[in-house]
């Protein structure tokens, strides 16, 4: 049986307005968002969800205050659209009554807890009013219209409310709501669900509020958020039926707020062990910056690779990982394949040959080419004497694949070249014999630029570092921008340029195509993503993604 399908009216188009509504925000123009700050930064309908929630996502402001947001009026066709079925008009019979909050959550993943007929997930609606008489007559012209329809109504009264619901056959739709006190309207896929949301209030030890690290999360919202999302990652990841080898973290809470140039989402990860930051926070851009190109489509940047996989940080990439994606495959190594495939190539791995020594800043990027289907890569570390035993060991390692060692002169820069000799065959007089002619093929350079060594991928990438000027990414306005919404200190940067970086991106991560089928206006106008983590403290690790976007 398939009782979800209760959503597809009412219940499905509060859903997915709140979702369009929150990625509505694409279309922010205004440069003073402060009229769209929401009065709080915590969902009231948390005393209705149970702290053993898997999820939880709250809008929380009015509906109607992201009209500003939109162009074309689409916010306003897809909540005539979602609910044109019902035979419910939303500014007749929704307007007048509906609140600062909409909040969603799966409150159990197993209704009747029963895993012989099936898992039957639980979902609870909550809707804020400002009006109880006004929504408690849109419940009851609700239920009358589905009542019109052929659906069999049960009336009940738990625990002092009014509780209204289809009594139909199990393979039919189920709708359930209820007006609770003079601040909620809820709707929920099964009468089960609101007598738990009922007790929940009522018994305030078994709600979310009630949780230390819900509780802990909130303290980290920052003010001013209009959606808020909470997660239990343990329950998250059986609800996708993951097992995962090391449950670090505990629950998420993530924050979006509006930014003049663009959407800045926090989150907050929580655990209940001891935790160590990879490195020392950097209080400004790391330096290494300056010698990669502005025409760089991705560029990670910060200090210390040296103990970067076993910091907890890199533990929280695997859970999180291995949540999304159903294993802990890492996706960063399919966003930098090029390196992937020089470790390849080389017989070295990167952790141990290359990250190991460096202890200073450092920047990696890629530079897509349109007409190649493998971006050139640059990596820039900060000289030290262990940087300078690194690259002995690489020209070793080089030495041991067949690679010859040869200097260079680039624009008077002195510069080393890992080089191959192949032979090709030249076509010739059959009279003659075969004829050969010698190539050499550069499989990396490097040099060294003030108090930094450079490593490119080819000589053209090295040749653009060397002769041109003042375009460095660090100078880049669209780069300056999308860091200046992130809070420093922090642990240095993720930049992904969307425009430059699509179609390699396509190609290494395929579920994109999806997203950008599903959510083609906001990608559309997507410039930059912004990637950084900061605030890191004993218990808990937080960072940020910052949107920037082209209208912005």
């Known amino acids: 049986m398939n009782r979800q399908r209760s959503f597809i009216g009412f219940i499905v188009a509060g859903a997915i307005a709140l979702l369009i509504a929150i990625a509505g925000f694409y279309w922010f123009f205004a440069k003073n968002p402060a009229n769209l700050i929401a009065s709080t930064s915590e969902p009231g309908a948390a005393i209705f969800v149970s702290k053993l929630s898997p999820a939880m996502v709250s ?24 609910l ?10 929704v307007q007048p009554w509906l609140g600062n909050e909409i909040t969603l959550a799966i409150t159990t993943l197993d209704i009747d807890r029963d895993p012989e007929n099936g898992q039957q997930p639980g979902y ?7 009006q109880s008489e006004k929504s408690r007559e849109f419940v009851e012209l609700l239920f009358s219209k589905r009542a019109l329809s052929g659906a069999t109504l049960a009336v009940e009264e738990y625990k002092g409310i009014k509780l209204i619901y289809d009594n139909s056959q199990p393979e039919q739709d189920l709708l359930a709501g209820a007006v609770v006190g003079e601040g909620f309207v809820l709707f929920a896929n099964d009468p089960k669900v609101l007598k738990d949301a009922i007790n929940n209030v009522q018994a305030p030890d078994l709600n979310l509020t009630s949780s230390p690290e819900y509780q802990k999360a909130t303290k980290e919202l920052p003010k001013g958020g209009l959606a808020v999302a909470f997660l239990n990652l343990p329950v998250v990841a059986k609800w996708q039926g993951l097992e995962l080898s090391e449950q670090l973290y505990n629950s998420e809470i993530i924050s979006l707020a509006l930014n003049p140039k663009g959407l800045l989402a926090e989150t907050t990860f929580l655990t209940s062990s001891e935790i160590l930051t990879p490195s020392a926070p950097l209080s400004k851009p790391v330096g290494a910056l300056q010698y990669v190109p502005a025409s760089a489509g991705l560029a990670i940047s910060g200090s210390n690779l040296s103990n970067l996989g076993e910091s907890d940080l890199a533990k929280l990439w695997k859970q999180a990982t291995a949540t999304i994606y159903g294993s802990g495959e890492d996706v960063v190594s399919r966003l930098a ?6 470790q390849k190539r080389w017989g070295i791995n990167l952790p141990e040959d290359i990250f190991s020594w460096v202890q200073g800043e450092y920047a990696i990027a890629l530079l897509p080419e349109k007409e190649q289907t493998t971006p050139h890569w640059i990596f820039v570390v900060e000289k030290s004497e262990s ?7 690489l020209d070793a390692i080089a030495s041991s694949n067949g690679l ?5 002169t680039i624009d008077k820069q002195k510069v080393s070249a890992w080089t191959e000799l192949t032979t090709a065959a030249k076509k010739s007089d059959a009279k003659e014999g075969a004829s050969f002619s010698i190539e050499t093929k550069v499989r990396g350079l490097y040099t060294t630029l003030g108090n930094y060594e450079i490593f490119t991928s080819d000589l053209e990438t090295m040749n653009e570092i060397l002769t041109t000027k003042d375009n460095s990414l660090i100078d880049n306005p669209n780069f300056q921008d999308s860091i200046a919404a992130i809070p420093l200190p922090n642990q240095g940067y993720i930049y992904l340029d969307w425009t430059k970086s699509q179609n390699l991106l396509e ?3 395929p579920i994109l195509k999806l997203a950008e089928v599903l959510g083609k206006p906001f990608f559309d106008n997507l410039r930059s993503l912004t990637v950084s983590s900061y605030g890191t403290d004993t218990r808990s690790v937080k960072g940020g993604v910052f949107f920037q976007l082209k209208n912005s």
Do not use: C, F, H, W
């Open 387 to 393: 940087v300078e035993q690194g690259i002995a060991r």
């Open 404 to 408: 010859s060692i040869n200097p260079l």
């Open 124 to 130: 609870l609606l909550a809707l804020a009013t400002k």
């Open 507 to 509: 190609r290494q991560v």
């Open 337 to 342: 394949k090029p390196l992937v495939d020089v």
């Open 59 to 82: 809008l929380l402001t009015n509906p109607d205050r992201l009209q500003v947001l939109e162009r074309e009026e689409e916010l306003s066709k897809l909540k005539t659209s979602l």
């Open 84 to 93: 044109a079925k019902s035979g419910i008009d939303y500014k007749q019979d």
